[in-house]
């Protein structure tokens, strides 16, 4: 009989609060125990931990302590991206597996540290990726796989959000990041490109830029091209101050051109196929869409779960998504340089002192 975990829980506000605690560990309570909640503002930690019903003696300000303190199976991590690295230097001290909230890292270098770190010590860590696991994504990506329409040819990933008022885009400081559209928002997107063409990224070559009228600092809008290993290629549109034709989070568009027809998702969540009759006319089709779990989220725990329980690696393992990451830094430097990028080059290597 597999016995009830213990989670350290990292983090008590904002997107914890809001979703972690809300809405996927109470589906979990048969299975879980938060064992220890850790938060920097003592208001916000006390006040979640009511909600959990957790005993203030497991109610931490100190990550370091809260490990040192419990005995956690294994660990959640949703803090701010730049405290990420240090979460999971403690965490592999500890020998506790990791799941954590998107990114791995909002800079390069803590990405790399990460990685090899983790598979240094062959610790089991998984990054979210929720939005694979809505139901109109997973039923295009069905369509896809069973070769209804063929090879695909080329994605067409379309993201578009009214952030131009100063601070609308709640997130961290995103508006003040030099990149805050590919840094903070991309990986979604990149990631559902990898997902849907089954294939690594080999290059990029890329833009981004900040218009006018912006009130960001850094760079808001881009446009990429990428060619993935196995052939696709994939074009991505973000718009951080889209003053029309919204396609903002989970409303993203995406367009797949194949060897036999064409199929699209747009933000109304309908699944279309289209394709040419044997007269050659337009036919259009609307398949239905596939159930969904109540949450990307709870999809992804179930899946960690039974794999701390000795079942098979998530999808959105660290050896998967660290080639989404690399997406992000590979089109970032693309920006820079004005240059094709090899995104191959920016894994990092596991032969490394740590």
């Known amino acids: 009989m597999k016995h009830k975990k213990n989670v350290l829980l990292l983090g008590a506000g904002g997107w914890s609060r809001e979703h972690w605690i809300a809405n996927v560990i109470p589906s979990f309570t048969d ?17 979640s931990g009511k909600v959990l019903k957790i005993d203030k003696k ?42 954590s909230e998107k990114p791995i890292s909002d800079n390069y270098e803590d990405c790399q540290k990460t990685y090899q770190l983790i598979k240094a010590k062959k610790l089991k860590m998984a990054v979210i990726q929720n939005y694979r696991y809505e139901g109109p994504i997973m039923t295009l990506k069905k369509i ?3 070769g209804e329409l063929g090879k695909i040819d080329y994605i067409v990933a379309r993201y578009a959000s009214d952030y131009r008022k100063a601070k609308s885009w709640d997130v961290g400081s995103v508006y003040d990041m030099k990149e805050p559209l590919l840094l903070e928002g991309s990986i979604h997107h990149l990631d559902m490109i990898r997902y849907l063409s089954n294939s690594n990224c080999k290059t990029v070559q890329g833009i981004s830029w900040n218009p006018k009228w912006s009130t960001f600092t850094g760079n808001s809008s881009t446009l990429s091209l990428f060619l993935m290993e196995n052939g696709v290629k994939a074009i991505y549109e973000g718009n951080s101050n889209e003053a029309g034709n919204i396609n903002r989070w989970h409303q993203e568009y995406y367009r797949v051109e194949c060897e036999k027809g064409s199929i699209t998702v747009n933000r109304d969540k309908t699944v279309r ?14 398949p239905p869409i596939l159930s969904a779990p109540p949450s ?17 690696e998530p999808e959105t393992s660290l050896n998967d998504n660290i ?6 830094f590979a089109a970032i430097d ?21």
Not at 81 to 88: L, R
Not at 276 to 285: E, H, V
Not at 334 to 354: C, D
């Open 334 to 354: 693309s920006n820079e340089k004005s240059a094709t990028i090899n995104v191959q080059t920016f894994l990092p290597t596991t032969n490394k002192k740590i």
């Open 323 to 328: 080639q989404s990451a690399m997406m992000v």
């Open 296 to 312: 990307g989220h709870h999809k992804i725990l179930r899946d960690f779960i039974d794999w701390i329980d000795g079942g098979k």
């Open 58 to 99: 497991h109610l931490f300000t100190s990550i370091e302590l809260a490990f040192k303190s419990t005995r956690p199976d294994f660990c959640i991590v949703v803090l701010p991206p730049h405290v990420h690295s240090t979460a999971y230097e403690i965490a592999a001290k500890n020998n506790v597996p990791i799941l």
């Open 31 to 47: 299975e879980l125990t938060i064992c220890g909640l850790v938060d920097k503002n003592k208001e916000i930690l006390n006040d």
């Open 144 to 146: 896809l796989d069973s």
């Open 273 to 286: 196929i289209y394709t040419r009759d044997s007269n050659g006319l337009p036919t259009i089709r609307i």
